[in-house]
């Protein structure tokens, strides 16, 4: 197990990954290579599960396979830590997600602020307080990811949401690395995750305290490595580490990053198809760039 930067070691300051959700042929999810896909994960040294995010395709997934997929890890993941990831378009939806993570012990629950509708800060504040409501106890963890939710968060902002009672920390999944020594530096004690892996040696130098990211899923031993360096105080090596894996990045944001993602396991052997729910792409030999060249040196 790493330790962050807290020396306390709070089980949520670590990295986890973002983890993928395998799908069969016909676009179900399956649980049996879900689980093979969490060995592999925790195979590298990560103790953390990020689920049903946007790299677990939550948001394409109904409300009782997301929860299956919660049940699912919560068995195959043993002492690792979990974060349940239940933000939805519907507050309702998001309260039903994080009871059922409440009950399989989740250590915290997670959500995207309510997308499409353009609401106004004082819903998305609203939408936050009914999440803490409906599982009561369950720490929660702000996902502030503005490229996606097409939510720009201020520091006022976060700032208001980490002082409501249960909110423990951001996942930070934003360029602005000012903003992220600005959360540090004003909420010493919250969990604050660097949520862009091509970026992570960056954010734990600006403060963060730990991060989630899609590209664990196969490049997990390496940002452990990272984070070691880093915290050893040997920078110039740790960025060596982050090039090695930011070469794989480039690559996958050519093709596409979770259907690359999916097809890398799957030529690792990791998962059955490289199958990601639609709309999201499904890649080929012909669409996979460099894929394939990759998978094998990951394999070796
Ligand atoms: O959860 C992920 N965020 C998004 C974190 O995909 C939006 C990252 O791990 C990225 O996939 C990764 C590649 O850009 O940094």
């Given at each position: 197990m790493i330790t962050m930067q807290d020396p306390k070691s709070n089980r949520l300051m670590r990295l986890h990954a973002a983890l993928m959700t395998p799908c069969d042929a016909e676009e179900n999810i399956s649980h049996a290579c879900l689980r093979r896909l969490v060995a592999h994960v925790?195979?590298?040294?990560?103790?953390?599960?990020?689920?049903?995010?946007?790299?677990?395709?939550?948001?394409?997934?109904?409300?009782?396979?997301?929860?299956?997929?919660?049940?699912?890890?919560?068995?195959?993941?043993?002492?690792?830590?979990?974060?349940?990831?239940?933000?939805?378009?519907?507050?309702?939806?998001?309260?039903?997600?994080?009871?059922?993570?409440?009950?399989?012990?989740?250590?915290?629950?997670?959500?995207?602020?309510?997308?499409?509708?353009?609401?106004?800060?004082?819903?998305?504040?609203?939408?936050?307080q009914d999440i803490l409501s409906a599982a009561a106890g369950m720490p929660l963890i702000i996902y502030n990811i503005p490229a996606m939710s097409g939510v720009?968060?201020?520091?006022?902002?976060?700032?208001?949401?980490?002082?409501?009672?249960?909110?423990?920390g951001i996942k930070q999944t934003a360029i602005d690395m000012y903003q992220m020594e600005q959360l540090a530096r004003a909420f010493p004690g919250k969990v604050l995750l660097n949520g862009y892996d091509e970026?992570?040696?960056?954010?734990?130098?600006?403060?963060?305290?730990?991060?989630?990211?899609?590209?664990?899923?196969?490049?997990?031993?390496?940002?452990?490595?990272?984070?070691?360096?880093?915290?050893?105080?040997?920078?110039?090596a740790a960025l060596a580490v982050q090039s090695k894996c930011n070469a794989v990045i480039d690559e996958l944001v050519r093709v596409g990053v979770f259907p690359g993602?999916?097809?890398?396991?799957?030529?690792?052997?990791?998962?059955?198809?490289?199958?990601?729910?639609r709309p999201l792409a499904i890649l080929t030999a012909a669409t996979s760039g460099r894929l394939d060249q990759i998978a094998a040196e990951l394999a070796a």
């Open positions: 925790k195979g590298q040294g990560i103790d953390g599960f990020y689920v049903g995010g946007s790299t677990g395709e939550g948001l394409l997934h109904s409300v009782a396979e997301r929860i299956a997929t919660f049940e699912t890890v919560a068995e195959a993941a043993g002492d690792s830590a979990r974060i349940g990831h239940v933000g939805a378009i519907a507050t309702r939806d998001a309260q039903v997600l994080a009871r059922a993570c409440a009950t399989l012990r989740y250590d915290a629950v997670s959500a995207i602020p309510p997308i499409y509708f353009p609401h106004g800060k004082d819903e998305i504040f609203g939408y936050y720009s968060f201020t520091l006022e902002d976060l700032g208001r949401l980490l002082e409501l009672p249960g909110v423990v970026m992570l040696l960056a954010g734990l130098s600006m403060g963060a305290n730990g991060g989630i990211g899609s590209t664990y899923n196969v490049l997990g031993a390496a940002y452990l490595e990272l984070v070691r360096l880093q915290g050893a105080g040997q920078p110039a993602l999916k097809y890398l396991l799957h030529r690792m052997g990791v998962v059955a198809t490289p199958v990601c729910r």
